[in-house]
């Protein structure tokens, strides 16, 4: 028997997107009914923040495709991180109801799915299914120490991940003992997780607001899944593991400025080789999602510089443009447009120039930000007696100041 999974991650869910996001959505929902998959996956981050019960909100459009999905195949969602999906924001919908059965957690849970049957099951089936919600520090103290009968107070929270993947693993193969060397065939083991792996790329817009436990690919393996169907990284990539492959899906849209890479969603499917084995193929479906693209210009006089790079063509750009006040008051939005044909829509930002007090010739022409932070001390007559942490200070606010992640 094959199993075909349609694997979604961070839909990011929110009134600011809101029109975009209903458009792929419709587009996802027509492509899922011609796939025919056996689950519908959602592996995190289904909203993007906290939502409100109104018209304008995004609740009406998560609770109706989620429902439409379900017409298509029994649909799967586990809990993001706090940031995005807030406690309780996810099991609800558990309760919900549409053509197959939903299910949503936001702890770590064992169930199983029965392919003939196109429903979930705590006792047994053809695919074992191990669900992982964001692994916060407290979550992991809480609820997966308990699982494996560790102290999550006396041990460090990547070692009680690394043994409550383990005790996944051991689960794993015995689902999997019987004839056939070692497997039966048509059975299936699947993770579902929203976390970060080692090793992974993050893509060009995403920054990660919070203090990610990172899970090494080795820990990840020890689960001996054939498939972990991942969320929380936005940009899309796979990767082997010491047993089977593990992918994020990424975001179905270009959430950020710097995302260039196309979106897409993936189809995963699990035929059982001659050998015994579980073959997994994946294949991306690109979504009809414009990439983000900016771009800094300067001005001088009334002109915008010429030094603007290429390719925004069907993006949708934004221009930050720079230069003194009364020259960016003398450009139009129009001349933007103009300037920079065929973006699909534009966003035009206005940053004036900072006027620096020191001017002096020599602080000028010093290379780095720390040095003319420091000419400066000397040049006022002022003296540290921290200079390791003026100078870290420094670095920080230059790489703030380049538009890099100073961490
Ligand atoms: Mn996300």
Redesign the pocket.
């Known amino acids: 028997m094959d199993f075909r999974i349609l694997h979604t991650?961070?839909w990011?869910l929110d009134a600011r997107f809101l029109e975009e996001q209903k458009g792929i959505l419709a587009w996802i929902q027509a492509r899922a009914e011609g796939l025919f998959p056996d689950l519908i996956v959602v592996a995190?981050?289904l909203w993007h923040t906290a939502q409100e019960l109104n018209d304008q909100s995004a609740v009406r459009l998560g609770f109706d495709a989620i429902r439409a999905l379900s017409d298509v195949a029994p649909v799967l969602i586990v809990k993001?991180?706090n940031e995005?999906d807030r406690p309780g924001s996810i099991s609800w919908l558990t309760h919900t109801k549409g053509g197959h059965p939903i299910v949503a957690y936001e702890s770590p849970k064992r169930i199983f799915l029965n392919l003939d049957e196109n429903a979930f099951s705590m006792e047994g089936g053809d695919v074992l299914i191990h669900v992982v919600p964001y692994p916060t520090k407290a979550f992991v103290q809480a609820g997966m120490a308990q699982a494996v009968g560790i102290d999550g107070s006396t041990e460090e929270a990547v070692k009680i991940l690394d043994a409550y993947f383990k005790t996944l693993g051991a689960e794993s193969m015995q689902f999997r003992e019987g004839e056939f060397e070692g497997r039966l065939p048509g059975k299936f083991v699947l993770g579902v997780g929203h976390f970060n792996v080692g090793g992974s790329v993050l893509g060009n817009g995403?920054t990660l607001v919070s203090q990610d436990i990172m899970i090494p690919k080795s820990s990840l393996g020890d689960a001996a899944c054939d498939y972990w169907a991942l969320?929380?990284?936005?940009k899309q990539q796979d990767f082997a593991l010491t047993h089977g492959r593990a992918r994020y899906a990424g975001?179905f849209f270009h959430k950020d400025f710097g995302e260039l890479e196309g979106k897409s969603i993936t189809v995963v499917d699990m035929t059982d080789a001659s050998d015994g084995k579980v073959l997994v193929d994946l294949t991306e479906i690109p979504t009809p999602s414009k990439a983000m693209m900016s771009i800094d210009a300067t001005v001088e006089g009334t002109e915008i510089g010429t030094d603007v790079g290429a390719g925004w063509k069907d993006t949708k750009l934004r221009v930050r443009l720079r230069g003194t006040r009364e020259a960016l008051a003398a450009v139009q939005d129009r001349s933007v447009e103009d300037r920079f044909p065929g973006a699909y829509s534009y966003k035009v930002e206005r940053i004036p120039s900072i006027e620096r007090d020191i001017r002096s010739k020599t602080i000028q022409d010093r290379r780095s930000f720390p040095d003319q932070v420091f000419d400066w001390l000397e040049a006022t007559g002022k003296t540290t007696d921290h200079p390791n942490l003026v100078r870290k200070f420094a670095e920080k606010t230059e790489s703030l100041y380049q538009g890099e992640n100073p961490s």
């Open positions: 991650a961070d990011h995190g981050d993001g991180n995005h995403q969320g929380h990284i936005h975001t």
